[in-house]
């Protein structure tokens, strides 16, 4: 993920807010779609950092974040679980109007 996808820049204008039609880029009405996979990688390195940092510092710290951690870990699938069953039901629902 380059600085471009935080500050924008031209790619971020045409793949996300323009569309190409007869050699002119025009405003695209759709919205791009959600791609979270970029952040729960973050989040899950992120845990990973820091679970290996408080595992050097204490028991008592390890005590207080594990349970933290444990926590974020299973939201952050559940989040992962739900975005999954969008995309899906948004291919299905495309697919069913190119097939009809």
């Not at 002119?24 to 989040?43: G, I, S």
């Amino acid at each position: 993920m380059g600085s471009g996808a935080i500050h924008g820049s031209w790619h971020d204008l045409e793949r996300n807010h323009l569309e190409l039609v007869d050699g002119k880029f025009l405003p695209d009405p759709d919205p791009a779609p959600e791609r979270p996979q970029v952040l729960f990688a973050m989040a899950l390195a992120g845990i990973t950092v820091a679970a290996d940092y408080i595992e050097q510092c204490s028991a008592e710290a390890r005590n207080v974040f594990n349970p933290r951690f444990d926590s974020l870990l299973q939201r952050l699938g559940h989040a992962n679980d739900l975005h999954e069953e969008f995309l899906i039901r948004q291919f299905d629902r495309h697919a069913d109007g190119l097939a009809g």
